[in-house]
């Protein structure tokens, strides 16, 4: 089995020789597919994040007029995100991603839906994320869904997890939906 780095180096290179434009329409794939989601639908709360690079842009979900959006926002004191209502006003944070600008943290139980990022995804809901376990520390702290989201050569028969890793209930590609039955 490849190990998360050799996981991430893969996928990284499939990104590259890809190149950034066909994902960004690839990305329209995936936002459709997602608002199929019944978790989706059902939800009024959604967690969600500022694409990098090579991301799925999920911005177009945001105009959603019937949802209420949240992004993370990093915690200089605890070293953690937590996750606030999208403002019209965003600046740049610490790791150079976009934050809402001033930030209302949402409740552990305020959040129906959490839709996540990832470099890899199994059909377990397994998710690899860049690193440095910043998801693995924010999505326990709230009782929402979480669907994870990628392009679908991100999507792996099996990849390894820890204990600590946080798995997905669905997991959206630009070509199918994985729903998982997890207890978390």
């Given at each position: 089995?490849m190990t998360?780095?050799?996981i991430?180096?893969?996928?990284?290179?499939?990104?590259r020789?890809m190149?950034?434009?066909?994902?960004?329409?690839r990305?329209?794939?995936?936002?459709?597919?997602?608002q199929?989601?019944e978790?989706?639908?059902?939800?009024?709360?959604?967690?969600a994040?500022m694409?990098l690079?090579g991301?799925?842009?999920?911005?177009?979900?945001?105009?959603?007029?019937e949802?209420?959006f949240?992004?993370?926002?990093?915690?200089e004191?605890s070293?953690g995100?937590r996750m606030?209502?999208?403002?019209?006003?965003l600046?740049?944070?610490?790791?150079g991603?976009?934050?809402?600008?001033?930030?209302?943290?949402?409740a552990?139980d305020?959040?129906?839906?959490?839709i996540?990022?990832?470099?890899a995804f199994d059909?377990?809901?397994?998710?690899?994320?860049r690193?440095g376990?910043?998801?693995?520390?924010?999505?326990?702290?709230?009782?929402?869904?979480?669907a994870?989201?990628?392009?679908?050569f991100?999507c792996l028969?099996?990849i390894?997890a820890e204990?600590?890793?946080?798995?997905m209930?669905?997991?959206v590609t630009?070509?199918?939906?994985?729903?998982?039955?997890?207890?978390h």
């Open positions: 089995m998360k780095a050799d991430r180096r893969r996928i990284s290179e499939q990104k020789a190149g950034f434009q066909t994902l960004e329409k990305s329209a794939a995936v936002i459709q597919k997602i199929t989601l978790i989706f639908k059902a939800a009024r709360t959604v967690g994040y694409p690079p991301e799925v842009d999920i911005t177009p979900l945001f105009h959603c007029s949802k209420i949240y992004l993370p926002v990093f915690n004191i070293g995100y606030a209502q999208m403002t019209e006003k600046q740049k944070g610490r790791f991603i976009y934050e809402p600008v001033p930030s209302v943290f949402a552990e305020e959040l129906d839906l959490i996540v990022p990832g470099i059909c377990a809901g397994c998710r690899i994320g690193g376990g910043f998801y693995d520390r924010l999505i326990p702290q709230y009782s929402a869904k979480r994870g989201i990628c392009f679908d991100q028969e099996t390894p204990p600590h890793d946080c798995r209930d669905a997991v630009d070509i199918r939906v994985f729903k998982v039955s997890n207890e």
